[in-house]
């Protein structure tokens, strides 16, 4: 009850090797200060985040869209079909107590902005394009979208301020 | 089961008297063009929004976030109490046509990315600030958001790519 | 804002004829009450009680659990899809001051503990099979399933319900 | 991805000691037999589970209404709050294989409802009180609500069950 949980959002169909490189440091890095990995549970970026959290021997979780765990990466431990379609994109978030953002594109987007709905700090990793290059750094009324120029200063940076936050305002 | 619904977005705390007078606008135009209106039934762009199309007889519906309809501003004709907090923003833009954007902050972002995860057109009025002004003309992935300088612009262009798009394909 | 909403409950593919006139005709109570009828928006018992509402000239509102519109029945006058598939029920109930329940299966089960669960008034028609038959007059945890034997009671039973129940203490 | 779900539905405000005792020895049976429990995270029914499901090395997860983690009982592993209030029963019993029905009011007779409505099998516990004995061995519209007669009957049959079961037909 007393781990810290991570959130890693980004693009299911991302190819880019070295996107994905990222992606799967910053996994690595969760599961190393042992904190548990929350994800979408598909391919791309949470497929290779999740492998590098299991590869650093950490706990995934997976919020799945649809009504089948058979959707999951075979790096998710936990994995939850939600059958909510793209509105489990909320659960995805306020699942993690901060969110680290690689690459992305439009279910990325609203994931960006659900998290800072609910108050929930939110690392953005530069160099990885899409969602996160367009908004890392950015304020969005009086929400910080905070910019991490490597996988483990995102993860660090995250850590940093989930502890720092406090979630019951809502 | 014929009339195009439209959906407006955009931030509930929203002051500036321009900003309001756009919404009113767009909200009026809706209602001209007999479209129903869509939006998350509480204040600021909403209300403007939601104003402007009973001024012009024209229908609103909002889809609120928390459990009771008593949270709805005075001029939504159908009020839906979702109790799903957030996520409720999936429902907002999934019950629109086509999404119109006017400022916003985290909530509206969000909503955004969940509008072009659905597939449905967005159309961002430029000069009003917040994400409308941030994300108008970018293209995210391959979906694009909209950009338009006026009301009746926004309205009409939302109306014409609503009856071009098919959201079958999810 | 100050119409009273009904909800009415039952299974999307009843065919017995006596039960789709019941749904008929307390559809036409709820509009002739000048209150709003909200139903899952398909077919079966909603499709009929929908029906019965448009005759006597009333609104209906259907709340979908798919991503379009197209799967709403043609009496419905605002449709929202909603992409939660059947967690889509509890918002079915939450926006009726008030449900009543016509026969019935898994669907209507879970919407019927949903409207106890969010505090709501729940009226079961005798006679009509499936859940409402089940459930009628029994108490669950102290919540009451009310029975009416007829549409009319069903409708005067939700209206009263309805307007003495405050429904502000989730 | 190999492991079987089951999903423990009961009262958050069962006092009955009899009744806990059931939930703690169900709970115990599913982690020997290396199946994860997921339930709603709350107190009553699904603490006993939860604790009997930890103290046989089991693993936890807590499905939340509300949106932190502080309102898991001590015994989950992963807490995933959802901010979906009620709606999150809907996830609560599609993340099981099976369900297992324990007393229980009204948000327990929704799981049910949707339980069924997702196609998953579903086992009361009889002489557990509530909506458990309420339905147990009935059939509702095709669905039936298995009777078992103890815990350890309970947890084998929801086992077969899951396994017998293929929940690709929505």
Redesign the interface.
């Given at each position: 009850?007393l781990r810290v949980?991570v959130t890693v959002v980004g693009?299911s169909v991302e190819r880019n090797e070295n996107v994905l490189k990222i992606a799967e440091d910053v996994g690595m890095y969760i599961a190393e200060r042992d904190a548990?990995l929350v994800c979408g549970g598909k391919g791309g970026v949470m497929e290779a985040a999740a492998r590098g959290a299991k590869k650093a021997g950490g706990?995934t979780?997976g919020?799945l869209p649809g009504?089948?765990?058979?959707e999951?990466n075979?790096y998710?431990d936990?994995?939850?079909?939600?059958?909510?379609?793209?509105?489990r994109?909320?659960?995805n978030v306020?699942?993690g107590d901060a969110v680290i953002v690689i690459g992305?594109?439009?279910?990325?987007?609203?994931?960006?902005?659900?998290?800072?709905?609910?108050g929930k700090p939110v690392v953005a990793v530069k160099g990885t394009g899409?969602?996160a290059d367009?908004l890392a750094g950015?304020t969005?009324?009086?929400?910080r979208i905070h910019a991490a120029h490597n996988p483990k200063e995102a993860v660090e940076l995250a850590l940093k301020l989930a502890l720092g936050n406090r979630?019951?305002d809502?």
């Open positions: 009850m949980y693009g548990i706990i979780v919020i009504v089948s765990r058979d999951a075979p998710i936990i994995a939850i079909p939600t059958g909510l379609l793209h509105a994109n909320a659960i306020l699942a992305g594109g439009p279910g990325t987007l609203s994931e960006v902005g659900l998290a800072l709905a609910y899409g969602v367009l950015k969005i009324r009086g929400s979630f019951d809502f």
